[in-house]
């Protein structure tokens, strides 16, 4: 019987209903984008905060220095010799950051065993998924999203190109493949530092664009970023502190945004009463009809309940679908916005909360007024 | 006021008990003043318009409130558009415009909980000629197709009483007929108390009582069936 009234009221308000939906969708997409861009970027960052307490390189701003040297967007040409990062006491260890060639448009990056023992340390977790770091020159290690997409399994033979040429002589093995980082590291391919030197036919020369230091303790990272900062030619910051103070001046987005979905949520709520204004009359005499023939006040609030249910429910699904479709064919120029892949599109339960739980506020508010009317409708009730 | 005519047994059950009804219109000297009992199956209520019949019937299903006196119908204590088991076929029809007549007839019996008796359906649908546009939606009906539709549905509920208003305005004299036959039918086989309102007088003989309703709140109250008939 429900899905009959459904049929009624959809044949009856259908122009009305496809407007709605539009109008709902457009606005529950725009809430849903915004709301994977925040957590998005958020996550993103605090996730590439936790690879290394401190980033040194070439001088430049901070916020170029996070996004090469972190985020591995681009490599500079200067390079750091590393004897020049000895000095601190509070070093534990060194990883270089060498921009190799590339496999597939993937970035390769030549670094030393202590990268993965690092990354080990500050993930809490294990780096290798299968296998191991490198152990000869024709080892590479690669990110989780490379072997998924290119289903690469251990023992698989790799050519890297460079330039216009190909390194044809130069085939690596697969010898270990890592787990999920949810960081650009997924998307990277490692190889050792002896391996470049030795493809590119350079001395030993222990020069790196970046270095990623593990600090003895967590707290000597700002003092340690602070030395090297001071150094000529050098920049270098901690990653953790680097993050706190850009959410911070993120803070004013968040509010924008959360203004912009509040100005959104009111639209919707103006529409939802304009809809029930104009379909007044139409409305009443369904709920009439119901009355008359015997349908308790109950059943005809859960028919407006459903009735709101059915326009906000629809428009959440189109919304959120169209949201999620849009990001995954514009991810890339998302990452350029975002700075960061799209890690987020799947299941995220706080942004679905704060999507859904206004929507059914609004239902609730739609059923509530759909009531009043009719209680004040019915009072004049006559066959 | 005139006398009510009464010819009642003291055996027969009387199911419709009108005390000392008054109803005041609202902005208006306009009285209406019954004191009816029946026991009839059937009861006809005619009169010119503006005498009170559709208000009349308002009362009954408990839409308006009496100035005093009561009203006690088949011993229900609530109102009887309340009762799951009181049809009533408004003027006005109250359909769902966009649903087909079949699927409007079936909804009263699901909004009801009655399970849809298919036998009483057909033969409901076959009297009244409702097969030649039971798939069609009811907004491209003519209002005595309308009308049979409501008919329809007030009998598919299997009633103990059906309230009608100006049921047959819209119906040529066949199917006028066909729904008083329809309705007899009904009332025999399932005992369904019949009340409609009509301005049509030539239809009195199909039933067992009369009601006319005059201006200034006046009526008569006629049995037109003998007892044995009833």
Known sequence: MLSLLAKQRFKQYRVFFLLLLISFSLCIAIMHSFGLFYINMKEGFIQHSKLTDVLVGPSQSQNALFKEGLLLQSSPKAKIPEAVLNKSPYIDSLSPIIFSDSHRNKTVIATTDSFFHNLEKKLKATAFDKGRAFRNKEDIVIGATIAKRFNYKLGKRVELSHGHGHHHDEVMIVSGILNSTSTVLDNCLFIATEAYESIHHLKKENKAQFYWISAKKPIFSASIANTFHQIKGLSALAPASYIKQYLRSFTAVKSSITLCLLALIIVFAMQLISMLASLFHSYMKEARVLFTQGSSLLFITFSFFLDQCLIIGSSAIIGISSSIALCSVYSRAIQKITLFPLTHLAFHIGLYASIIIPLLLLSFLGTAISLLLWKKHSRSLKI | ?230
Not at chain 2, 21 to 29: D, I
Not at chain 2, 209 to 221: A, M, T, V
Request: proline share 2%; hydrophobic share 40%.
């Open chain 2, 1 to 230: 006021m005139s006398k009510s005519l009464s010819y009642y047994h003291n055996s027969m059950e009387k199911w419709l008990h009108l005390k000392e009804l008054q109803y005041q219109w609202p902005n208006s000297s306009k009285q209406l003043s019954i004191n009816l009992e029946s026991a009839a199956n059937s009861l006809l209520i005619s009169g010119k318009s503006g005498v009170g019949k559709s208000s009349l019937l308002n009362l009954l299903l408990g839409f308006l409130r009496p100035k005093s006196g009561s009203i006690h119908c088949l011993g229900f204590d609530k109102p009887l558009h309340k009762q799951k088991n009181v049809s009533s076929i408004s003027q006005e029809l109250l359909l769902l415009d966009e649903l087909s007549a079949k699927d409007n007839i079936r909804m009263a019996a699901s909004l009801k909980k009655v399970v849809c008796d298919e036998l009483l359906y057909s033969y409901i649908v076959k009297v009244l000629s409702i097969d030649e546009f039971e798939h069609k939606a009811i907004k491209h009906l003519s209002i005595g197709q309308k009308q049979k539709v409501a008919i329809a549905r007030a009998l598919i509920t299997k009633p103990k009483l059906l309230i009608a208003d100006e049921a047959s305005s819209a119906l040529d004299k066949h199917s006028e007929d066909n729904m008083l036959k329809l309705f007899k039918h009904v009332s025999k086989r399932l005992g369904t108390k019949i009340i409609l309102v009509s301005h049509h007088e030539h239809i009195k003989h199909h039933f067992d009582e009369h009601l006319r309703l005059k201006q200034e709140g006046r009526y008569d109250h006629v049995k037109l069936i003998s007892e044995t008939t009833i």
